[in-house]
Every structure is written in C-alpha cells, then in structure tokens.
C-alpha cells in the first residue's frame, strides 16, 4: 500500500469549500490532474474523469459523500488487483470561518509495488499545488460573499 496525503487551512466556510469541491465544470481551474469530470456526484454512482496523465476516461464509484464533509472515490486501472486507488477529501469546520480540507489517496494491488517513488512525489506535488488553488478560489468566493453583503 502507498499514500499521497495533504492537509491545508483554508479561510472560508466549509459550505464555501464545498461549493467549489463540487463544482465538476470548475474543476479544471484548480486540479491540474482532472482535465473533466462527468456524472452526479452521489453515494454508489459512478463518474467519468478524464486524468490528463493518463490521457484517459477512469470511471471512479463514489464510495462516500457525505454532504459538506467527506467525498470518497475509489478507481481502478485495469482492474483492481493491479492498481486500485481510493481518493478522498475530509472537510472540517475549524471555526472563525476556516475549514481544514485533508486530502489524498491511498493506492494498493499488485502493480503499486513497482510504483518509482518519484510518480508518488510528482502526485504528492500536484495534490499541495490543487490544494493551494483550491485555497485561493474558496477564499475569494467568501470575500465576495461578505462584499456582496451575503454573509
């Protein structure tokens, strides 16, 4: 088994975060693996995102979503004796109009055992730099909020 972890303080609500966490069609401009995601996001459905590394369409079953809380997918690549991963996002209020956002995957079958160390650190990379631009963008959505006079 090999994990990508991260975690980040993000100063916007987590009904904010959650907003644009699941705005498929925003995706691009925060995720720099996710070229597109198709699909309802709820528990037991199953999405399309088309990964730019991979150059493809992986179809990932939601495993969890728990409203302004907790996404998880899990995705295969082959099959999931050769490479399963489980991709999650955990929200948690933090007060004062902050949410910690933990972020990662845990990936196991067969085939992770060949996985070079440096596919882990250029996804443990990507995940810091997604959650660095998720950042920016919920943290200007609550400022135009409180400008707007929504808050």
């Known amino acids: 088994m090999k994990y990508c972890k991260s975690s980040i303080i993000i100063n916007a609500t987590t009904a904010t975060v959650w ?5 498929f069609d925003r995706y691009p401009e925060w995720n720099p693996l996710i070229k597109k995601i198709r699909g309802i996001m709820k528990e037991g459905s199953i999405v399309l995102a088309n990964v730019k590394p991979l150059k ?47 972020h990662g995957e845990k990936f196991t079958g067969w085939l992770i055992n060949w996985m070079p160390r440096s596919i882990l650190s250029k996804m443990q990379d990507s995940y810091e730099h997604h959650n660095q631009k998720l950042k920016i963008i919920s943290e200007h959505n609550e400022r135009q909020l409180f400008v707007h006079g929504r808050k």
């Open 56 to 102: 493809n369409n992986i179809p990932v079953r939601i495993t969890s979503y728990k409203y302004q809380k907790e996404i998880i997918w899990q995705g295969t690549f082959l099959s999931p004796k050769i490479i399963l991963g489980e991709h999650y996002y955990f929200l948690k209020d933090m007060g004062n109009n902050q949410t910690e956002l933990k």
């Open 19 to 23: 907003q644009v966490l699941t705005d």
